[in-house]
Structure formats: C-alpha cells, structure tokens
Nanobody, 122 residues
Framework: QVQLVESGGGLVQAGGSLRLSCAAS????????LGWFRQAPGQEREFVAA????????YYGDSVKGRFTISRDNAKSSVFLQMNSLKFEDTAVYYC???????????????WGQGTQVTVSS
C-alpha cells in the first residue's frame, strides 16, 4: 500500500509559478511510475504529466507542454511538478498518483493522494 501526500498548492496570479510536491511512503518507490492529474469543478480528471521509474522519461498533456516540468527524487521518495506561465485555466485540484506502468489514463493508476488546490487568478 502506497500513501501519497501532495503539498505546494495555493493562489497565484496568471503568469506566475508554483511547485507541487508529492511525498510517498509505504511502498517501493522506484517500482512505480508517478503521475500528476488535475480536476476542475464539473470536469473529468485530466492527465497532466508522468515520469518513469528512473526519471529518465517524462510525458505531458498537450495543455501543459512547454510550461510544466515533472521530476522525481528517488532518494527522497518524492515527485515534483514545476508549473510556470500559469493560466487561469490551470485552476484545479492537482493529484499525485502511482502506477505500475507508463499510462496516461487515470483508471490505470493504483494509488492517489488527497489533492492540493491550485488557483490562478486572471
């Protein structure tokens, strides 16, 4: 059983930056692909980014390519999401998730954090 705890959300002006963190415990961190998803009110959960077991491969949703960067620190069992050039439409609850393979579909992820709110003011 893997526990995931996100942090770093908050209120930021459009054009600003935020860095989300997700700390994992309870499992072998390096056996999991880590991903970030987001969900705005009334919308489906959207894939944001994923990083492979070693951190050598990364994947991004089209709406965040070039602005967001995912990374992981296996020594600290943590994954990060650096968000730059934030837009109003990035406002959502952001979730950290863990999967056994590299997938972009939320239903394929086995473990989820509780989420952290990101609000971008226009």
């Amino acid at each position: 059983q893997v526990q995931l705890v996100e942090s770093g959300g908050g209120l930021v002006q459009a054009g600003g930056s935020l860095r989300l963190s997700c700390a994992a415990s309870g499992g072998t961190f390096t056996t999991y692909v880590l991903g970030w998803f987001r969900q705005a009110p009334g919308q489906e959960r959207e894939f944001v980014a994923a990083v492979s077991w070693s951190g050598g491969m990364t994947y991004y949703g089209d709406s965040v390519k070039g602005r967001f960067t995912i990374s992981r620190d296996n020594a600290k069992s943590s994954v990060f999401l650096q968000m730059n050039s934030l837009k109003f439409e990035d406002t959502a609850v952001y979730y950290c998730a863990a999967a056994r393979s590299i997938v972009t579909v939320a239903t394929r992820y086995d473990y989820w954090g509780q989420g952290t709110q990101v609000t971008v003011s226009s």
